[in-house]
């Protein structure tokens, strides 16, 4: 690694940390602005026992004291204790719901990349035939429709026509219940991907190195695979990132459809219940994934492709 990388990873670095510092600060204030308090939705609560829970959580203390405390715990994993889980680790939930949105979320990111980069190359190979234009017609049609329709769909055709899964999802068998959450959570960014991988390789097959390597009797199976493939997939890289966080951190109309028990649906309740350091908590982890994984793929950028200039 030279001096040029490493400054531009230091870079890049202490601007996630300020993103996250941001973000983390946003969140708060918009919390600190919501009317009302969690508390008061207890039943029959006096003056004296809301007084008591303030203090007992610190929000008895000023904004800017709070805002700091919460500032300097965040970036310690800390986010506090869940107002309306007995006081469990707001860190803790999170991470036990996480890891159920990351089992969907992960499969479907590899699905969305494998099979969007497949078609995109079949549509770039194949330009202007049927199969081009069909691929990009479902690739349309994808993008355009909102992921909360094609849940809805999927779940009224194969849970309630056809019956093919029971209508409380959350309670299919291991294996069936991460068909339909997969399908709906991969089917936009894998037709994303279809585009931007048949524009990239049809782009580097027009280049002059694969006329050169074509010229030199290389066959087309290498010169596609080898050569044009390679560069092709640097704006897929680009783009990987943060779809990836985008898919992991769980799809909140998705998970509610589909009774699945992990971080979105965590948030809906905790919006319901005004759980706000949970709602504060799942913003700002949710947050700093997406800065991460924007992070990893921009220092993938720079592997895949070395010609590209770190600034």
């Not at 929000?59 to 889980?85: C, E, H, I």
């Amino acid at each position: 690694m030279n001096s040029k990388t490493a400054m531009y990873i230091v870079k890049r670095l202490l601007m996630a940390i300020i993103t996250i510092a941001a973000v983390i600060t946003i969140t708060f204030f918009v919390m600190q602005a919501l009317p009302g308090s969690p508390f008061l939705t207890e039943k029959g609560i006096s003056d004296e026992r809301l007084a008591a829970l303030n203090k007992r959580y610190g929000l008895d203390k000023p904004v800017v004291v709070q805002w700091l405390k919460y500032l300097v715990n965040a970036f310690r994993f800390n986010f506090g204790v869940s107002l309306k889980d007995s006081g469990t680790s707001v860190m803790h939930l999170i991470l036990e719901k996480f890891a159920v949105s990351a089992k969907n979320g992960l499969i479907a990111a590899i699905v969305a990349i494998i099979f969007g980069i497949f078609f995109g190359v079949l549509a770039a190979v194949f330009r202007g035939r049927w199969v081009d234009r069909l691929i990009m017609i479902l690739s349309t049609a994808m993008v355009a429709v909102p992921s909360f329709v094609i849940a809805a769909l999927l779940f009224y055709w194969f849970c309630v026509k056809a019956q093919m899964f029971p209508v409380n999802y959350g309670r299919s068998s291991e294996i069936t219940k991460y068909v339909l959450p997969v399908i709906t959570l991969s089917l936009y960014p894998m037709a994303y991907i279809v585009r931007l991988t048949r524009t990239s390789t049809l782009d580097a097959l027009e280049a002059d190195y694969i006329r050169t390597a074509r010229a030199k009797g290389v066959s087309p199976a290498k010169v596609l695979f080898k050569h044009a493939l390679r560069n092709s997939l640097t704006p897929v890289i680009t783009y990987a990132g943060p779809m990836i966080a985008y898919i992991l951190t769980g799809s909140l109309v998705v998970e509610k459809i589909f009774s699945i028990p992990g971080l979105g649906n965590e948030l809906v309740k905790s919006i319901n219940n005004l759980n706000y350091p949970m709602i504060m908590g799942i913003t700002v982890f949710c947050s700093m994934l997406v800065v991460l994984f924007i992070l990893i793929s921009d220092i993938l950028y720079k592997v895949v492709n070395p010609r590209v200039d770190l600034e």
